[in-house]
T-cell receptor, first 113, second 113 residues
Framework: NAGVMQNPRHLVRRRGQEARLRCSPM?????VYWYRQLPEEGLKFMVY????????ESGMPKERFSAEFPKEGPSILRIQQVVRGDSAAYFC???????????FGPGTRLLVL | QQQVKQSPQSLIVQKGGISIINCAYE??????FPWYQQFPGKGPALLIA?????SEKKEGRFTISFNKSAKQFSLHIMDSQPGDSATYFC????????????FGTGTRLKVLA
């Protein structure tokens, strides 16, 4: 299966803990996007990365959130000191180039207690 | 302002009927307009997409109509089936730089058997 993979699919954290969300893009794709979806809302862009580079992080909250896409391995979205408002579905998308279609993974549903 | 407005918020259609979902955008910094279908607990799946140099695109029962001068585009689902019941999102891709998608707020479609 060459689709976008995300794990974990569900993640429960207590307030103040850290959440790490992983995304493996489709084979041959080197562009990764992260989006957040709040309940009953559309997807909101967070960050766009290429291998080892952050291209656009204009949608990322200024504090507690960070993302990386190392030369080897999956892209990681990291949320430090989670709060209840971070509870959402986080989707990763990948493309073969900036101008190409983005394909989405199944998402990670984060619940902060 | 990069924004995409989608309507209606929800839609109920009889089996065999036509489902119509509309989107409008507010600036011209977009060059690609995909529609995504999302089932509960799943990631968005690309349904059909159009570029602004084309006024209509049809794939099976799904048609996108695009009106560049009015900055509007719509999805038509012909012969709607219960299996089409899902949430549909329109999106617009920013022309350059980030290539991020701006999503509409979604339309929850229910097709009655």
């Amino acid at each position: 299966n060459a689709g976008v993979m995300q794990n974990p699919r569900h993640l429960v954290r207590r307030r103040g803990q850290e959440a790490r969300l992983r995304c493996s893009p489709m084979k041959g794709h080197s562009h990764v996007y992260w989006y957040r979806q709040l309940p009953e809302e559309g997807l909101k862009f967070m960050v766009y990365l290429q291998k080892e580079n952050i291209i656009d992080e204009s949608g990322m909250p200024k504090e507690r959130f960070s993302a990386e896409f190392p030369k080897e391995g999956p892209s990681i979205l990291r949320i430090q000191q989670v709060v209840r408002g971070d509870s959402a579905a986080y989707f990763c998308a990948s493309s073969s180039g900036g101008k190409e279609t983005q394909y989405f993974g199944p998402g990670t549903r984060l619940l902060v207690l | 302002q990069q924004q995409v407005k989608q309507s209606p918020q929800s839609l109920i259609v009889q089996k065999g009927g036509i489902s119509i979902i509309n989107c409008a955008y507010e600036n011209t910094a977009f060059d690609y307009f995909p529609w995504y279908q999302q089932f509960p607990g799943k990631g968005p799946a690309l349904l059909i997409a159009i570029r602004p140099d084309v006024s209509e695109k049809k794939e099976g029962r799904f048609t996108i109509s695009f009106n560049k001068s009015a900055k509007q585009f719509s999805l038509h689902i012909m012969d709607s089936q219960p299996g089409d019941s899902a949430t549909y999102f329109c999106a617009a891709k920013v022309v350059s730089g980030t290539y991020k998608y701006i999503f509409g707020t979604g339309t929850r479609l229910k097709v009655l058997a």
